[in-house]
């Protein structure tokens, strides 16, 4: 049973880490900017892509995902974060490995409201910022006994980092990242009993404007004016 629960769980969180409660200051001290600290204001479409892996650790193990994209909209203040799409995959896949056996996991309730991106002055542990990612749910079925079902969600704070700011975790990509640290995911209702009830993620992703309809190739930077 624990191979099963393990297995289950592997995939199912790295792929909800892309969600990313509450900042810790206030939004109307924020703004995304094109590039750098003097940049006009940028407000629009997004897109997250997942860099190297997403990675789970639990009492009974972990695993890892490699691909995951997701797009949604944000404010030039930081307000009204909103992921409308998200996917989930493997390289070779499209199910992620776990310890044991695969997961494939699917998006549940998009879109995701309520999410933000929020300054930090402080530059916590280096951070520029916090990005929240609110209200995701994704569901999970592990390829051990004919298929189990387990589903996780919430909110989750993840760091944000300028492009230019040493302490990203990624040092070779120079565009904004988001940063998942061996954060905590819960088991939500609908799933198997045999599903483990939290587990903790780390992932980086970068974060990307639109410079055209689809074309996802602006560098942002977040300031606290």
Sequence with gaps: MARIRQSVLASAVALATVALVAPPASAATTTIRKGSATADPYAGNVRASLLGNATVSTSLGGGSCNRSTMTGS????????????????????????????????TTQNLPWSGGGVVYDAAHTGGRDAVVTI????????????????CYYGGNLVANGYNPDNPNRPVTSVAQAQVGVNNATVARQSGGSFLCPSTATVTATYTLQGETAPGTFNQTLYVTGS
């Design 134 to 149: 609110a209200n995701f749910r994704v569901r999970a079925v592990a390829s051990i006994l004919g298929g189990i079902t």
């Design 74 to 105: 944000v404010n030039s203040d930081g307000t009204g974060m909103t992921i409308t799409q998200a996917a989930f995959t493997n390289d070779p896949g499209p199910a992620c490995p776990g310890d044991t056996g695969s997961v494939t996991v």
